[in-house]
T-cell receptor
Framework: EPEVTQTPSHQVTQMGQEVILRCVPI?????FYWYRQILGQKVEFLVSFYNNEISEKSEIFDDQFSVERPDGSNFTLKIRSTKLEDSAMYFC??????????FGSGTRLTVV | AQTVTQSQPEMSVQEAETVTLSCTYDTSESNYYLFWYKQPPSRQMILVIR??????QNATENRFSVNFQKAAKSFSLKISDSQLGDTAMYFC??????????????FGQGTELSVKP
């Protein structure tokens, strides 16, 4: 069964450093997403991406965040200057539309 | 704005018994999807079941079924013959339906289900 692949599975970074979280969506999917889950809390939408541009973003997705699909297969989330409160599980997901989502296994980001 | 509420932070059930997890939502939309996702300790998000709002028939996937009450904006998940592997966090989620387009998921707070031997 096709999978969404996320790397790394766990990333530890120092406060103020830039991090890039990587995702390989399912190849024939057209819509891509990033979600965040702070430990013990609910899953929150960050951003959706379609046709090489952001289609929707939440208020969490401020100027510190950016997304990119640099080569037609990878989909990345960049956090420019990490804060302690950015520590969370970050999930990538992709969809072919019409309500079908596949999530990756997540990247646990720890900011120290 | 849409909201999803799960009023049961924790539940437990004996193995082989049936348990029902509750979910209510608020929306002014008429066209949408509802989902239940399972998140085991590995924290992977696994789709359990999906319901399209325009379908009156309740969705069923093996031991998992839903009770979708559109007028009441209620979407409960019933797990029959509970198994130890069902132990997980369960999230209810809402997605507004756009024709042939993706949409964001809005999640509830989750219900932690423990299946006891």
């Amino acid at each position: 069964e096709p999978e969404v692949t996320q790397t790394p599975s766990h990333q530890v970074t120092q406060m103020g450093q830039e991090v890039i979280l990587r995702c390989v969506p399912i190849s024939n999917h057209l819509y891509f997403y990033w979600y965040r889950q702070i430990l013990g809390q609910k899953v929150e939408f960050l951003v959706s991406f379609y046709n090489n541009e952001i289609s929707e973003k939440s208020e969490i997705f401020d100027d510190q965040f950016s997304v990119e699909r640099p080569d037609g297969s990878n989909f990345t989330l960049k956090i420019r200057s990490t804060k302690l409160e950015d520590s969370a599980m970050y999930f990538c997901a992709s969809s072919e539309g019409l309500g079908g989502y596949t999530f990756g296994s997540g990247t646990r980001l720890t900011v120290v | 704005a849409q909201t999803v509420t799960q009023s049961q932070p924790e539940m437990s059930v004996q193995e082989a018994e049936t348990v029902t997890l509750s979910c209510t939502y608020d929306t002014s939309e008429s066209n949408y999807y509802l989902f239940w996702y399972k998140q085991p300790p590995s924290r992977q998000m696994i789709l359990v079941i999906r319901q399209e709002a325009y379908k009156q028939q309740n969705a069923t996937e093996n031991r998992f079924s839903v009770n979708f009450q559109k007028a009441a904006k209620s979407f409960s998940l019933k797990i029959s013959d509970s198994q130890l592997g069902d132990t997980a966090m369960y999230f209810c989620a809402f997605m507004r339906r756009f024709y042939n387009q993706g949409g964001k998921l809005i999640f509830g707070q989750g219900t932690e289900l423990s299946v006891k031997p």
